[in-house]
């Protein structure tokens, strides 16, 4: 696919096909990711790919037990009384379906920083995002381009102790989002995103200076 | 260009012709970079492209300030006496040169964190990376995709309050990385990266369990 067909038709799919996602994809995709940055290429990351529908079904009630005791997210709230926007309202809605039951994925992949040094050795910092959520979106586009929908997750970190538990993780990887993947479903299309205008989020120079396209 | 052929030729770029890269090239790079994740789609964010000669020189006058107190970055060490490997030893004089004087890329795109809302409110926090450096990786391969080299780089968090002085930065935008940009010099070419094998660096299933691809 050419270039930026991708980058512009690379949207979140959170409705999938139970489809097994051949071996050779998943291996072109993380060949991608791996292409990423890092800080002085130290490349501190490991990618767990999770096929196994025990553990892919273990990772989901943990997530739905995580859910339910919090209040602080949209897609908790799909009837959306205060979200006049109708785009929004579906979008909230497919989350929350998700959210229900990630194991709906036939694959998630969890990226984790591994073995961080320093000057970024904080895996908990901002700064430690430079070298591995790059390589997400490289694995994420690479997706789209084989016909492969994702979604960026961050549940993780309220499922850190099953996590570390049901895939062994050692103390020195921090499992930094979760990729759940697979072909869309029926009605499921990569398209354009809704997004701000570029020319309002872009200042030349000084903040504040926008200017037009 | 072909998706795939982006991916696996775009590489970090730290020497630039000092050749004026036409505006609309950094639109199309920065309508990429919009199309990237942000949590609930909030898009906490403003791209900062800096352009003028005496901002740029400020920045790098900084830069050289901060590194000169610094003594644990590889990249200072140049001459590279415990580093046996030529080719890192090449990019970590590039590295220096390059730190030397980072104005010497005629664009410095400032991606910042903006108003960052629950549940990822905190901007210094690795989560907060999942908004902004997927939609930075958009940016530097689209710049790729257009021959323009850049790299990321992460200086702002040594030099901030210039930064902030400089741009007249408000409080609730934080810059997450900086990301020079121009046209390649003579001898700099686009190509593939060096990187440990993909299949050591995935585990399927549990922590551990590699296999060949």
Redesign the interface.
Known sequence: ????????T?R?IRRFKPDVVPEELL??M???A????S???S?P????????AA?RKEIAQAVSAWMAT?Q????LRPEGAQEPDASKRR?AQAAADFFADVSQAPVLVIPC?YQLT???GD????????S???????M???AR?QGLGTT?M?FQ?GIEDTLRTL????LD??P??VVPLGYPAEGQRFGP????P?ET????????RAKG?
Chains 1, 2 share one sequence.
Not at 45 to 52: A, E, K, P, S, Y
Not at 72 to 75: F, G, S, T, V
Not at 201 to 208: A, N, Q, S, T
Request: with cysteine; hydrophobic share 45%.
């Open positions: 696919m050419e270039f930026f067909e991708v980058i512009h690379q979140s291996w072109e993380l060949d991608a791996i292409r990423g940055p800080g002085s290429n490349q990351w490991r990618w767990i790919v999770v096929r196994d553990k919090r602080d997210r949209p897609a979008t920083l320093s000057p970024l895996a908990q910092h901002l700064l430690a995002g430079t591995i959520y790059g390589a997400v979106q490289n994420m586009l690479a381009a960026l961050t970190r895939l062994r993780l050692p990887a921090t930094a989002c995103v809704t997004r701000k570029v989020v872009v200042y030349w120079d000084d903040w504040g396209r």
